[in-house]
């Protein structure tokens, strides 16, 4: 009978440390080094300038969990960072942000709409649907800064990997 004891000590205890997240160095080792490029706005004519590829746009803000869910699950997919690396200019814009930028020719600033809440206006003219902004929203635009494809909510990576490949062609 200690003998079955022990084991399922030994089981419960090992069954605690994977759910806590414990990993062993050889786990460590293999895990990807790859990263996820960004750039911002104000860089994509010199780098267009350089070379044509569509643009990939990330709209979320830090209040929304299904937007950190993105960036800890989708963005963090080998496959869907290596599409985006390689074939887009990858932005990533907290669509709150109070800092004004600078695209396409227009400055784009934080429209406040309370005392400590607003939202940014080329969140608004690149993530709008019929007037309504959702977060996350993911947007693709092709070289000329046209809208090719727009999206108001969460993608999990197959999704994403989908519409990146499509957005090649």
């Not at 907290?94 to 969140?123: C, I, M, W, Y």
Request: hydrophobic fraction near 40%; glycine fraction near 6%; proline fraction near 3%.
């Amino acid at each position: 009978m200690s003998q079955i004891k022990h084991q399922w000590y030994h089981f419960i205890m090992l069954s605690l440390l994977m759910a806590l997240g414990c990993t062993t160095p050889s786990q460590i080792q293999t895990t990807s080094n790859t990263s996820l490029e960004q750039y911002a706005f104000s860089e994509l004519d010199s780098l267009l300038s350089v070379e044509q590829r569509p643009i990939a746009v990330f709209l979320h803000a830090a209040w929304c969990s299904f937007c950190k869910n993105m960036e800890q699950t989708s963005f963090q997919n080998e496959k869907v960072m290596e599409l985006l690396n390689k074939n887009y200019y990858f932005v990533s814009f907290d669509g709150e942000q109070k800092e004004e930028v600078k695209f396409k020719g227009h400055v784009f600033q934080f429209r406040p709409s309370g005392r400590n809440t607003g939202t940014h206006e080329l969140a608004i003219a690149l993530g709008s649907v019929e007037g309504n902004l959702t977060y996350p929203t993911f947007v693709l635009l092709n070289p000329a800064y046209e809208l090719i494809f727009q999206h108001q909510a969460f993608l999990n990576a197959e999704a994403l990997i989908g519409i990146l490949e499509a957005g090649m062609k």
